[in-house]
C-alpha cells in the first residue's frame, strides 16, 4: 500500500504582522490591538500542522492540526480580502523537494494543505490493521475519504493560474491529482476485497471486485508510466501498482475459475486458472527486489492458484476430459466498483455551519463555528464592510444634498432679510427703546458681527491673515518636495529588485519581500498625492477668495476698533417712531426663523 507524500513549507509566513496590518487598516487600531493573541494564534496553527511528517505517534495530532488550519483558512478567506495582506506562501513539491513554489495567494496554501490532509489521511490508512475485519474498513474508508480530499483539491485549484503540466506546481496539476485519486482508489478496492475474501463471498462477487481492483490498478500504472508522472514520481511507484495489478488479475481469474467450476465449465475453469497462474508469476517476478514480508504476498497467491490449477488440469484429464480453450477465447471477467471518493465529515460540517457569510448563526447542517474555527468573530466580515461602507456613503451623499438644498434655502433667506436691513434695524430699534436713544459705540455694532471681529482681532486680525496664507504655499511645496523624494526611493528600490530577480531568476522572488512593502508603499504614496492635489485645489481657492479680499475696502475694517466700527454704523433718529406691536411680532418671526 502506498500513502500520498507531505509538502512541506520552504518559508515562514508572518501571519501576525500580516493580519495586524490588514486589520489596523481596514478596521481600526482597537480592532487590531484587540485580536493580537488570535493573529498569533493562526501563526501557531500553521506551525503545529505544517512542521511534522506523520508516524504511527504524530498522525492523529497532525490530522487534527491541518483541520484547524484548513478551517481558519476559510473562515479568513471568507472574512478577509486575503489579497490585501500581501503575504507570499512557498512550497516544496511532495514528490521533489528539490523543486519549491511561491505565490501570493491564499489558494495555493489551502491547496497545500488540503494535500497533506489528503496525504495523512492514506497514511493512517495504510497503518492499520489489515489482518482484522475493523482494520480492513478503516483502512477502506481512509483511502476513499483521500479520494475525495484529492477530488476536493482538483475542484479549488481548477482555474489557478500558478497550476500548469509543466510548472513547478506539478504534484497539484489535474493529471497528477487524478492519478493520485485513482490510486486512493484502487488501495480502497483492494481493501474491500480482503474483507470480502475474510467474510467468505461468493466467488463470483470476489471475481467482480478483484477484476476492478486490477482494472483501478492498471489505470494508474498507466498513468504513473506515462511521460507526466514518470519525469515526476519515482519509479518504484509504478513498480508497486504493477506488481498489485498482476496480482488482482490472476486473483480475479481464480474466483472466475470457481464460477466456472461451480457450473461444471470445467475446460474453462483450467484456462481461467492457467491465466491466473501466468499472471500471478509475472507479479512475483515483478515484486522479486520487495522487502520479503511483501513479497510473500505475491508468492502465497501464487502458490494457492498453482495447486488449483494442478488439480483442476488433473481432474479435467482423468475425470472431466472437457476441451480447455485458449486464454484469447475468454471473455473478460467483469469489474464492479464498490468504492468511491468520500466527502470529508469534518470540513463538511465547517463548510455547513460556516456558511458563505463568514461568522453567521449556522444551518441544520452544523452548529455555528467557535472562536476554534473562526477566531475574529467579532470582526465584520469585509464583503459585509464593503456593503455598510457603501449604505454609509449613500446616505451621507443624500444627508449633504439636503444639507446643501438647506443651506441655499438658509442663503436665500438672509439675503432677503439683509436686503430687508434685518435684524440689525430691529435691534436698532430695541436698542434705542432700551437707553432712550440711538446706540453709539460697540453697542451699536450687531452682535453676531462683534461676535465674528472679535474673533479676528484675537487671531492676529488682517496680519495673521496675510501670513497664513502666505505659509500655505510654503507647506504645499514641502509637501511636493517629501512626495517627489519618497517616490525617488522607492524607484531606485524597484530597479534594484528587478536587477536582482534578472541575476537570480525565480529564486529572487522566493526570498525577497522588498516586492510587497514597495508596493504598499507606493499605494500610500498615490493616496497621499491624490490628497495633496485636493490640498491644492482648496489652496488655491483660498488664495483667489483672499486676494479678492485684499483688494477691496473691506479688509481694512478688519483693523479697526469695535466702537469706531460702530460710530460708522447707521443707526435710527431717536425720535423715530415705533409701533411696539410691529416690533414685538418681529422680533417673534425672527426668534422662529432662528430656531
Known sequence: MLALPFKTPDKAVDWPGALDKYVRKTYSKRQADAHSEQFASVAEARRLAVTQLPTMTTSEDIHRALVRYHKLLVAMEERFDMSQLRLTFVWKDAFKSSVKQGEADLRFERASVLFNLAAVVSFEAIVQKRSEAEGIKQACKYFQIAAGLLQQLSELVADAPWVSESGSSGDMCAHSLSTMKLLMLAQAQRCFYEKAALDGLSPKLLSL?????????????????????????????????????????????????????????????????????????????????????????????????????????????????????????????????????????????????????????????????GQDDDPFVQIVPVAIQHLLDGYSAAARARLEALYARLEAVVGRGHGRLLELDLPHALQAVESNEAGGGAATGVEAVPTSLAAALTAVHKRGGEQALRSAVARLAELEAACERAAEEVGASLAEEEATERTMEAEHGPQWRLVSTAVAAVDAARDELGACTAKLKAAARANALVLERFTKLANSETMPLLELPLDELGARVPSAPAAAPADPATVALLREALDDLER
Open 209 to 369: 471486485v478483484a477484476s476492478q481492483a486490477a482494472s483501478y490498478y492498471g489505470d494508474t500504472a498507466d498513468k504513473l508510466r506515462g511521460e507526466r508522472m514518470a519525469s515526476r514520481v519515482d519509479a518504484s511507484w509504478a513498480n508497486v501498482v504493477e506488481w498489485n495489478h498482476a496480482l488482482f488479475e490472476g486473483l480475479a481469474a481464480f474466483h472466475a475459475a470457481e464460477v466456472h467450476a461451480a457450473a461444471y465449465e470445467y475446460g474453462h475453469q483450467v484456462a481461467r486458472l492457467a491465466m491466473g497462474v501466468e499472471r500471478l508469476t509475472r507479479a512475483v517476478a515483478l515484486s522479486k527486489k520487495a522487502a520479503p514480508p511483501l513479497r510473500k504476498v505475491y508468492e502465497e497467491a501464487l502458490a494457492k492458484v498453482e495447486w488449483a490449477h494442478n488439480l483442476a488440469v488433473k481432474d479435467n484429464t482423468t475425470v472431466y476430459l472437457e476441451p480447455v480453450p485458449a486464454a484469447s477465447a475468454l471473455p473478460p471477467v467483469p469489474g464492479k466498483s464498490i468504492v468511491k471518493p468520500l466527502p470529508f465529515e469534518e470540513l463538511l460540517e465547517f463548510a455547513s455551519s460556516n456558511n458563505t457569510g463568514g461568522g453567521s448563526s449556522g444551518t441544520a447542517g452544523g452548529s455555528a463555528p
